[in-house]
């Protein structure tokens, strides 16, 4: 499979021409199973065994968990799938591993801007309305993952030593003691809810411990994030993003004066003071980059918790082996991110005309990668759909791929590994409590509620040596 460029832009290539004014061309050539319709001459399936809003309602996510069955099937009949849902602009569907991770590699070719996420048009429409100027289909803040290079590199900078091994190590005891305290108030025989009662606090605390915000502001950070991200709904009267993270963004203001001020050892201080390229970050670069940092630095990583801890109670068999064997930690901490892929996907465009799998696609339309189907890909992974702490190789893409790799990928690593290194000492037994609720999001999508029943000893185990 190869990606090449084209010649001539596809809208004057006479067989992919389409009649001015007609959505689908009457004149249309049979290839196979497809035909080359209007869309520029994109090749459109005729026949679908699938329905295409179940990759983007929301409420589809929330009311099924993941779309894995639509996803094989695409990845099985149509990997390069141009897609027109209702109420959204149209994007090509990329759900193969090397189709994902090849476009990912290439940010000269592949833009992550302006578009990178599927949002509904009305809620686009809203957005443009609040941030003026910002363009079609594009997030108005500018954040490190819809930054092309040499921006992304030079801002990803600033922040990274924060996420190096070096710095995460001398953390462990602090993560081992907010891991400790948690799991003291989940300890006996209880059902309780591991998203709320676990995997929300767990990340959080860590990230906050590293920016350097305090516990009282934990609470806000956390309901601005589930707001943002569809965990929660906002408060009523709140009609778009910006009045959503608008508390949070008043909060890093007034820490980053503060840090200017009195710097001390912390991200915080680092991100008020840093400078790029001899310059200091505009005030709303330097906001969007702690909100980035704030959000994605837990959100994902609670989702990948809670829903690894559901995977263990649904697949006794795998508990019962990592319980037996706890060497396998760091593995089962590689395939829980597989399992549940918390971000289902991001937004790449060509910036000039290309063919992926013989489709051709123009520059300037939206290839959306869809992760977790890349991490069920059987040319890849063997029985993808079967949960296995021991996998290896799992050259897994939850963390993304390339230039735009997760920056908290080690982070995200740990805290799993460490949770579990506390957990299954004590762990007498574990069982699911009921059926999970999915959130209602087609972007970072994960267990919203998962009920639990567990008995948890009261004793602490022994600190690890390393």
Request: charged share 25%.
């Amino acid at each position: 499979m190869g990606f090449n460029a084209i010649g001539p832009p596809l809208s004057r290539q006479v067989a992919f021409n389409r009649p001015v004014n007609c959505m689908y061309s009457d004149y249309t050539e049979e290839i196979g199973r497809f035909k080359a319709g209007t869309n520029g001459g994109r090749a459109i399936s005729i026949d679908r065994a699938v329905d295409i809003l179940d990759l983007v309602d929301g409420e589809r996510y929330a009311s099924h968990g993941y779309p894995h069955e639509t996803w094989a099937w695409l990845r099985r009949n149509e990997p390069v799938a141009w897609c027109e849902p209702d109420g959204w602009r149209p994007f090509w569907a990329i759900t193969k591993y090397e189709d994902v991770r090849t476009i990912s590699t290439d940010p000269a070719t592949f833009s992550s801007e302006p578009r990178n996420m599927l949002t509904p048009i009305v809620d686009e429409e809203r957005l443009a309305a609040a941030f003026p100027g910002s363009r079609p289909g594009g997030f108005p803040l500018r954040l490190l993952v819809n930054m092309d290079p040499p921006d992304h590199r030079a801002f990803r900078g600033v922040a990274a030593p924060y996420f190096f091994p070096k710095y995460l190590r001398g953390l462990e005891e602090k993560l081992v003691s907010i891991t400790d305290d948690l799991l003291d108030d989940l300890s006996g025989e209880r059902t309780f809810d591991a998203v709320e009662d676990l995997a929300a606090w767990h990340p959080l605390r860590m990230i906050c411990e590293i920016i350097g915000v305090g516990l009282e502001h934990e609470e806000l950070i956390l309901t601005v994030t589930q707001q943002a991200f569809g965990a929660s709904e906002p408060p009523e009267g709140v009609r778009n993003l910006a009045e959503i993270v608008g508390p949070m963004m008043e909060l890093f203001g007034g820490l980053a004066a503060a840090r200017r001020a009195e710097p001390q050892a912390d991200l915080a201080s680092v991100l008020a003071n840093a400078r790029i390229d001899g310059e200091a970050m505009s005030e709303l670069d330097l906001l969007a980059y702690f909100l980035l940092i704030a959000t994605a630095g837990h959100d994902t990583t609670r989702n990948a918790i809670a829903g690894g801890l559901l995977a263990l109670a649904e697949h006794p068999e795998q508990l019962h082996r990592l319980r037996n064997d706890i060497g396998l930690i760091p593995s089962a901490a590689d395939e829980i991110v597989r399992w549940t892929s918390p971000v289902t996907h991001f937004i790449r465009t060509p910036l000039h005309d290309v063919e992926i799998r013989g489709q051709k696609v123009r520059a300037g339309d939206s290839l959306v990668l869809f992760y977790p189907s890349a991490n069920r890909d059987e040319d890849v992974f063997e029985d993808p759909d079967v949960f296995r702490i021991d996998r290896s190789p799992n050259p897994h893409l939850g963390f993304g791929f390339g230039e735009h790799f997760c920056l908290g990928a080690k982070l995200a690593r740990m805290e799993i590994q460490v949770l579990l290194e506390r957990i299954l000492p004590r762990l007498e037994s574990l069982e699911a409590a009921g059926e999970p609720v999915y959130t209602p999001s087609a972007f970072v999508t994960g267990v919203k509620h998962v009920p639990l029943r567990w008995n948890l000893t009261a004793s602490r185990p022994a600190i690890p040596t390393r």
